[in-house]
């Protein structure tokens, strides 16, 4: 069965700091994995999703991820903290290939606070 | 355009009342979805319909009744609902249920009195 693991509910980053944001899954088949944002009383924004091209993906607002198969990992990470970073992040995964659920698996989220 | 609208944006109930969700895509997807999100939580699915048919039911109680009347839209009717199901409830399309990545709608939020 797929499963999702965001380790820190809740991580702090100053302004202009590195924000990583750590998701790891678990899969029997390469999957689909996906980061989404949901600022207070809005729906999820897509940032970037892997789908088995390249292992560094680029998303938008200066987001990035990299999959490592190794570690069956997919952290989110951006150079450079902005206000309007802070935010609930959500790491998904869902099935690929010719078998498993094509159901998004999400994980609890983690809130990013940006202090000035 | 990769818009998902819904309407309306916030919804109060009795718990005698009958309401409806709406959802509106026009992104030609395929496969629509009905969410529930309690806060602090991620979102939980109720409802897949695939191509307009109905192709998963979360085991969903019956006072929540999805309506997918043509490709681009999809509704959710409520009745008796419990103060328990006040939420948030997001509607999200994709290309197909196996391909492509869901987008969300801005959701909208039911308190149930």
């Known amino acids: 069965a797929q499963s999702v693991t965001q380790l820190g509910s809740h991580v702090s980053v100053s302004e202009g700091a590195l924000v990583l944001l750590r998701c790891n899954y678990s899969s029997s088949v390469p999957p689909y994995l996906f980061w989404y944002v949901q600022y207070p009383n809005q729906g999820l924004q897509l940032l970037l999703k892997?789908?088995?091209?390249?292992?560094l993906v680029k998303g938008i607002n200066g987001f990035e991820a990299e999959f490592k198969k190794s570690e069956t990992s997919f952290h989110l990470t951006k150079p450079s903290a902005h206000m309007s970073d802070a935010a609930e992040y959500f790491c998904a995964v869902s099935g690929g290939g010719t078998s498993g659920t094509y159901k998004y698996i999400f994980g609890t989220g983690t809130r990013l606070k940006v202090l000035a | 355009d990769t818009e998902v609208t819904q309407t309306p944006k916030h919804l109060v109930m009795g718990m005698t009342n009958k309401k409806s969700l709406k959802c509106e895509q026009h992104m030609g997807h395929r496969a629509m979805y009905w969410y529930k999100q309690k806060a602090k939580k991620p979102p939980e699915l109720m409802f897949v319909y695939s191509y307009e048919k109905l192709s998963i039911n979360e085991s969903v109680p019956s006072r929540f009744s999805p309506e997918c009347p043509n490709s681009s839209l999809l509704n959710l009717h409520l009745h008796a609902l419990q103060p328990e199901d006040s939420a948030l409830y997001l509607c999200a399309s994709s290309q197909g249920q196996r391909t492509g990545e869901q987008y969300f709608g801005p959701g909208t939020r039911l308190t149930v009195t």
């Open positions: 892997y789908t088995s091209a390249a292992t």
